[in-house]
């Protein structure tokens, strides 16, 4: 199925208001109609689109300085370019926004749970759970995840050529991969439960990269405390279709106007 530009934004638009249309309908029948809030939608930046893991890592600080005079509402901080994780750093972050008036709205973080080692993704766990605290440390909602990928395709710029398809490595197949995602999640969530802190699985390539699998992997682990981080230019195939299906259960939304990574 084929939808339009208009038509996706429409999707996207009804999956906003929806919250608002079940709280009016449950409104009882005497009570006086209420006008009709409109949903406030807050335009961040990322860090990554002032760095692009160039070799000298461009300060968040001055992120944050031209979001606010560019207009933003927000940042997104991608953790390989913070600087460190000292208290003097993050409570430096934290004022930086304040004094712009500006939130902190994700930590992108990188992990991979598709390896058949159970070492490595328990240190992926333990990583995630770290970058949760870190999340609330910096006042920040909510935590980008991904899924992770096999590595049989060394090269990015390979693996765009293949669309994301990525061959499994040899003795396992996607099933594994999927029970190793959602077990890794599910490590990773009462972390986040008792931080306060969403996680948000991105279509990010990898195992995610058809929307079917991200979802399969959403509706397995259940939480409140999961949700997804819609990226506008990582479908493999038509981007309105996979629009129509992640849009409703988005928490945040990544709009780039390029193809895949890099440049």
Sequence with gaps: MTFTRREALQ???AAA??????????QPASA???????PRIGLAVSTYSYWHFKTEKYPIEKVIDSAAALGF???EILHR??????????SGLKQAAFRNGLDLVMLSIHQDFVDPDPALRKKDVDHTV????????LGIPAVRLNSGRWNTIKSFDDL??????????AGYTDEDAFKWCIESIEACLPAAEK???????????GLTTRPENLMRIYKAVRSPWLGINLDTGNFATDPYAGLEVLAPHAVIVQAKTYYGGGE
């Excluded at 970058?131 to 440390?137: E, G, K, W």
């Excluded at 931080?195 to 390539?205: P, Q, S």
């Design 32 to 38: 006086p109609a209420a006008a009709p809030a409109r």
């Design 160 to 169: 765009m050529k293949v669309k994301g398809d990525e061959p499994p490595l």
């Design 17 to 26: 208001l929806a919250p608002i249309a079940s709280s009016l309908e449950a």
């Design 11 to 13: 999707t996207v638009a």
């Design 81 to 90: 370019q913070m600087a460190s994780e000292t208290p003097a750093y993050v």
């Design 73 to 75: 509402s927000g940042v």
């Design 195 to 205: 931080a306060g802190v969403v996680l948000a699985l991105e279509n990010h390539w």
């Design 130 to 137: 770290h970058c949760i605290q870190l999340a609330s440390d």
